[in-house]
């Protein structure tokens, strides 16, 4: 398979980045991974032609591809330094994994859909992307590699696992929606001790679920 990444979509892309930096986005790393990141890519060819525009998109099995904007906010959130150690909750269509991984992450990515955890497998090493990836319950976190320095929760969570706020380092960040299938709120959760939190409160957004347990 050969990706296409021609000279349209990169102004399209560049396009996106000034969206981007109009509703707020000033991390600079963010920006500069995600006009590297040929999103369009990620896409049934249906919708490449509103790959770049501010909008989710179905890719299979119930789930969707995040609004750049959503993207790009929940990246700026875990200000993310090169080398470190991040854990996503939620593969989906590789497209958040590929940001962090361009901004120089070391990613541990966990997908509960075989369908799209085996389609990630496949595509992500076309880009010259190669997180580790498992397939698993988001819930559990991913004990093994742990403590991280930054966790990422791409699905709609009903409450904030424990797993994952013990899998976290102290002075770590994990950021991550919290509500029902109505919506959620975009927390970001600062670790100060292997006890204490400091939460942040950063807006109103719509996920698909998280789901627990394999299939």
Excluded: W
């Excluded at 990141?37 to 525009?53: G, N, Q, S």
């Excluded at 955890?117 to 595509?123: G, V």
């Excluded at 929606?177 to 975009?186: F, I, N, Y």
């Amino acid at each position: 398979m050969i990706i296409k990444d021609n000279f349209k979509h990169k102004g399209k892309r560049s396009q996106m980045i000034t969206m981007l930096r109009e509703m707020g986005i000033v991390d600079e790393k963010v920006l500069s991974a995600m006009e590297l990141i040929p999103r369009h890519a990620f896409l049934d060819e249906a919708f490449l032609e509103y790959a770049y525009e501010n909008k989710a998109f179905q890719i299979g099995e119930g789930q969707t591809i995040s609004q750049p904007f959503t993207v790009a906010l929940q990246t700026s959130l875990l200000a993310i330094n090169k080398n470190e150690k991040v854990l996503e909750i939620g593969t989906g269509s590789g497209y958040q994994t590929a940001v962090l991984c361009a901004m120089g992450a070391r990613v541990y990515s966990i997908e509960r859909q075989k369908v799209l955890y085996d389609r990630a497998k496949r595509f992500l090493p076309m880009l010259n992307i190669n997180p580790k990836l498992f397939y698993g319950d988001g819930y559990l976190g991913q004990p093994m590699f742990a403590p991280f320095d930054k966790i990422i929760v791409t699905a709609g969570a009903p409450f904030i696992p424990e797993q994952l706020k013990t899998q976290l380092k102290v002075g770590g960040i994990l950021v991550i929606p919290v509500g029902d299938s109505k919506g959620q709120k975009m927390y970001s959760i600062l670790k100060i001790s292997d006890t204490a939190f400091e939460t942040k409160l950063h807006g109103d957004f719509h996920f698909v679920p998280l789901l627990e347990k394999k299939r």
